[in-house]
């Protein structure tokens, strides 16, 4: 069955960096496009980053252009998200969440656990 | 930017009672809209798609419809295990937006 396990979270100090990781099984992570989903507490969802099924595209929320970049090892089967100068307002759950057809946009039929990232001082 | 306001924020409604979510967007989408079920704690779920497809298992009685810039989500008989956050998404240019969300809550 698919599946999208993600690690990496965690406490971070504002200016440092992290990478998420979200590990896919059951399908074919290289036909399809990949996002980064991230919900602030108590908020609602907030769109991050896309990658193209192949690497070749991205994408990103202006709130992280510049900051974020997100990349995928086909080969491992495994999505990432490279987070640099992190912000207080970056603190949220974040999920990977895989398209459901073979394209950039479209609707999230299934979604990593999410992992919580807190950038505090 | 396309915007996506979802109304209500928030409803308080009784088991079997019929629920309908709103969805307006701020330039036209065509169908390129899906609704989410999110509980707490959880990562959303897929239960609409292209505006009014029923996603693989997801019971009858949620339902979609609308294009261009408004849309609507029905429960059409609420059941205890569909109280929840609901959110609407737009795909049909980057960004990707979704709507603030309608929680809800048992009356």
């Known amino acids: 069955q698919v599946q999208l396990v993600q690690s990496g979270g965690g406490v971070v100090q504002p200016g440092r960096s992290l990478r998420l990781s979200c590990a896919a099984s059951g399908f074919t992570l290289s036909n399809y496009g990949m996002h980064w989903v991230r919900q602030a507490p108590g908020r609602g969802l907030e769109w991050v980053a896309v990658?193209?099924?192949?690497?070749?595209?991205?994408y990103y929320a202006d709130s992280v252009k510049g900051r974020f970049t997100i990349s995928r090892d086909n080969s491992k089967n495994t999505l990432y998200l490279q987070m640099d100068n992190l912000r207080p307002e970056d603190t949220a759950v974040y999920y990977c969440?895989?398209?459901?057809?073979?394209?950039?946009?479209?609707?999230?039929?299934?979604w990593g656990q999410g992992t919580l990232v807190t950038v505090s001082s | 930017d396309i915007q996506m306001t979802q109304s209500p924020s928030s409803l308080s409604a009784s088991v079997g009672e019929r629920v309908t979510i709103t969805c307006q967007a701020s330039q036209d989408i065509r169908n390129d809209l899906n609704w989410y079920q999110q509980k707490p704690g959880k990562a959303p779920k897929l239960l609409i798609y292209d505006a009014s497809n029923l996603e693989t298992g997801v019971p009858s009685r949620f339902s979609g419809s609308g294009s261009g810039t408004d849309f609507s989500f029905t429960v059409s008989s609420l059941q205890p295990e569909d109280f929840a956050t609901y959110y609407c998404q737009q795909y049909d240019s980057l960004p990707l937006t979704f709507g603030g969300g309608t929680k809800v809550e048992i009356k």
């Open positions: 990658i193209s099924y192949d690497g070749s595209n991205k």
């Open positions: 969440a895989k398209v459901s057809r073979i394209a950039v946009a479209g609707a999230f039929d299934y």
